[in-house]
């Protein structure tokens, strides 16, 4: 069975400033798709971006990115120049034949 | 990208009462389901595995007779909470795989129900 896990339940950011959320996962397949998931107050899930484990570079989406890093099996997301916007839940997930999720990590964009 | 329409997004119900909730893909054909639910503050817990036209899978700890799943076509799964009671209280999610996009999960906007 596949497990995620996020170390930390909350973090906070001055606005226009960088973070890093952490996500460490444990699987003993070789094919498959890591994702980080927005849930704003609104509770709408939104795909951030998403990693397929067979590719080396790591995604890019305008403001976010990640650190994979496969043999350690860590997966990072790096919001950089922070918005308000981005206050919300973060779920780290990864998928298999379905998705796990993490335990999720708080994100305050503090102005 | 692919909408997933989740209805209603709040329900009050009686005790003892079902209550339904939808799932519908608007404009892509959902071969796989997903029903979540989700504790305040919490992530999302898997409940069942909804495939069109065969019965869904249950994740340990799921009470099949509970959450009643029913997955009739392509474009709808249903979640039944059946004889509800107040620990039955929670944020029930759903999401989608398209047939194009197998690896791309889509999530319903959620549905809040209270049991009261």
């Known amino acids: 069975a596949q497990t995620v896990t996020q170390s930390q339940p909350e973090m906070s950011v001055q606005e226009a400033e960088t973070v890093t959320l952490s996500c460490t996962y444990d699987?003993?397949?070789?094919?498959?798709?890591l994702f980080w998931y927005k849930q704003p107050p609104s509770r709408q899930m939104i795909l951030v971006i998403r990693?397929?484990?067979?590719?080396?570079q790591n995604a890019t989406e305008n403001r976010f990115s990640v650190n994979f890093q496969k043999a350690a099996k860590s997966f990072s997301l790096k919001i950089s120049d922070s918005q308000l916007g981005d206050t919300a839940m973060y779920f780290c997930?990864?998928?298999?034949?379905?998705?796990?999720f993490g335990g999720g990590t708080r994100l305050m964009v503090k102005p | 990208g692919a909408v997933v329409s989740q209805h209603p997004s709040r329900v009050i119900c009686k005790s003892g009462t079902s209550v339904k909730i939808e799932c519908r893909s608007l404009?892509?054909?959902?071969?796989?389901m997903f029903w979540y639910r989700q504790f305040p503050k919490q992530s999302l817990m898997l409940m069942a595995t909804?495939?069109?036209?065969?019965?869904?899978?249950?994740e340990q700890g799921v009470e099949k007779d509970k959450f009643l799943i029913n997955h009739a076509s392509l474009t709808l799964s249903t979640l039944t909470v059946t004889s509800a009671h107040p620990e039955d209280s929670s944020f029930y999610i759903c999401?989608?795989?398209?047939?194009?996009?197998?690896?791309?999960?889509?999530f319903g906007q959620g549905t809040r129900l209270t049991v009261v």
């Open positions: 999401s989608a795989h398209s047939r194009q996009s197998l690896t791309e999960a889509f």
């Open positions: 699987t003993s397949e070789s094919n498959y798709y």
């Open positions: 990693q397929e484990a067979y590719k080396q």
């Open positions: 997930a990864f998928d298999g034949n379905m998705l796990t």
């Open positions: 404009d892509f054909q959902a071969t796989t």
């Open positions: 909804s495939n069109e036209g065969s019965k869904a899978t249950y």
